[in-house]
Structure formats: C-alpha cells, structure tokens
C-alpha cells in the first residue's frame, strides 16, 4: 500500500485551474520536504514538473506550481490545455534512502 | 542533451533471471546517484532501486530486496539492474531515471527517464 495518497481521477474544462492532493499516509516521509510532481503521458519517459514541494525546473511551465500543508502537497494546474492530459504522480523522499510514489492521478482535459 | 536508454527487457518465465541496461550520455554520468522504477501494466509508478555515483551504496523497495541488485559501470555510462528468480508480478516496464542533483546520500527529486523497457514474466 502506497504511503502517498492521490485520487484517481480529477477533470477539468480548458483554461481552469485544476488541483491534485497527494497526502502522505505514514510518518516517515522525511519531513515531507521533498516532494516532487511528474507527469506521464502512456508510452512516453515520466517528466520532472515540480520538485522540493513547489520548485519548477527549467523549462516547465509557469502554469505549474506546488504547495504543501501539514501532510497534504499539492499541484495545481492553471489554464488548463490538452495537452495537460496525462497520468501525475507525487513522490517523496522516504527515511532509510527510499522514496516512494504515490497512486497516480489521471487529468482529464474536458 | 541528457539521453537515457534502456534495453535488455523481454518475456521470461517464472524463476529465471534477466539483466537490464541503461545507457547514459549528456552529462557527467559517475557524478550522479541512479534510480530504478517500474510500472506495472495498468498501475502505478513504483520506486525500485537507487545506486551512488560511485556503486558503493545501494538501497532497495522491499518488494524487490534479495533477488534484484543494481550495479554501475561508470567507465561504460552504463547502469545495470540483475533481476533474479523473476516473479509474474515484476511484470512491468522498467525506468532508469537520474537524480536532480549530484549529492550523496540523496533525498532529490528525478529530472531525467528514459522511455522504458517491458519486462514480461509468464509461463
């Protein structure tokens, strides 16, 4: 059972903002400090869209961004495009030089 | 540019072996810790392995510890990961992918994966 908890699914029109929780389930997620955000389109390498909870790496879309609260990161989309469509996943740092991702959710572009 | 390639999936039967390779270019490969992750077909990712810049130390998911090792050829920009006594539920592709920042031991984020190779374990 995965200690990062996501919903599976989350939709939205284009051009709104849409939000993805990742709460994490176990106490040792290493402070949760290091949470990172990928998106993964089928058949394509997963992509790097947010590290250290709300950090955008070069080249990333400003339409990207991260936050946490107590147990709970976030990742927000805003100005929603096709081509935002795609499976997310949150990871973290675990203790003992281990990570682990969360259960992925899939956004559906409307 | 940073290209990471892997190969060496394919169908195996249960309990036998299979090695695989990632081929690394477009940075400095023997300065960066390596990951391994997996998907299972119609699941999600999953964190598998990580290796040091320099091999010495390796850390493992625990549903992989005892019959998986990862290993690194840093002459090569190669990194490897030996999978043994293969079970159906390792069935998945598999991604090396590379740590953000050249820092051990490392807590980063992965900002480099290669597009996979299928791994297919069935009688």
């Known amino acids: 059972q995965s200690a990062l908890t996501q919903p599976a699914s989350v939709s939205g029109s284009p051009g709104q903002s849409i939000t993805i929780s990742c709460t994490a389930t176990?106490?040792?997620?290493?402070?949760?400090?290091?949470v990172s955000w990928y998106q993964h389109h089928p058949g394509k390498a997963p992509k790097l869209v947010i590290y250290?909870?709300?950090i955008r790496p070069s080249g990333v879309s400003s339409r990207f961004s991260g936050s946490k609260s107590g147990n709970t990161a976030s990742l927000t989309i805003s100005g929603l495009q096709a081509e935002d469509e795609a499976h997310y996943y949150c990871?973290?740092?675990?203790?003992?030089?281990?990570?682990?991702f969360g259960t992925g959710t899939e956004v559906t572009v409307l | 540019q940073v290209q990471l390639v892997e190969s060496g999936g394919g169908v195996v039967q249960p309990g036998r072996s299979l090695r695989l390779s990632c081929a690394a270019s477009?940075?400095?490969?023997?300065?960066?810790?390596m990951h391994w992750v997996r998907q299972a077909p119609g699941k999600g990712l999953e964190w598998v392995a990580v290796?040091?810049?320099?091999?010495?130390?390796?850390f493992y998911a625990d549903s992989v510890k005892g019959p998986f090792t990862v290993s690194r050829d840093n002459s090569k920009n190669t990194l490897y990961l030996q999978m043994n006594n293969l079970r159906v539920d390792d069935t998945a592709v598999y991604y090396c992918?590379?740590?953000?920042?050249?820092?051990?031991?490392?807590?980063?984020?992965?900002?480099?994966w290669g597009q996979g190779t299928m791994v297919t374990v069935s009688s």
């Open positions: 992918a590379k740590t953000r920042i050249r820092q051990w031991p490392s807590v980063d984020a992965f900002d480099f």
């Open positions: 477009g940075f400095t490969f023997s300065y960066y810790p």
């Open positions: 290796i040091s810049y320099d091999g010495s130390s390796k």
């Open positions: 176990i106490s040792d997620v290493g402070g949760y400090n290091y």
């Open positions: 250290d909870v709300s």
């Open positions: 990871s973290s740092y675990r203790s003992s030089r281990t990570y682990v």
